[in-house]
């Protein structure tokens, strides 16, 4: 499985950005995924996560009430959502798959797309 990322760019705080996960080639129905972020000089940080149901979300606290993560299985593609976003939010985002199952908060992803930039300016 090879997700890959698409959505990132340079957007003003107090804007937005969807992010999206695909995997072509593969599926992503049976997975949980998650998405993580990386900025320069910090170490990678998982921002949120959502069951391969969507029955089951999570989100880091710096998050909550600004990113929506979502699902269509149709698609074969994951959301993230991002609003009123801040220039601390400025990273690498990237989406991942575990190879096992349990709760996506929880498990370890083994899966990782090779990111999109998400630049927030003041």
């Known amino acids: 499985l090879q997700p890959v990322e698409a959505g990132g760019g340079l957007v003003q705080a107090g804007g937005s950005l969807r992010l999206s996960c695909t995997a072509p080639g593969g599926t992503l129905d049976y997975y949980a995924i998650g998405w993580f972020r990386q900025a320069p000089g910090k170490e990678r940080e998982g921002v949120s996560c959502?069951?391969?149901?969507?029955?089951?979300?999570y989100y880091a606290d710096s998050v909550k009430g600004r990113f929506t993560i979502s699902r269509d299985n149709a698609k074969n593609t994951v959301y993230l959502q991002m609003n009123s976003l801040k220039p601390e939010d400025t990273a690498v985002y990237y989406c991942a798959a575990p190879s096992t199952y349990g709760a996506c908060a929880s498990i370890e992803y083994d899966y990782w797309g090779q990111g999109t930039q998400v630049t927030v300016s003041a």
């Open positions: 959502i069951s391969s149901t969507s029955d089951s979300t």
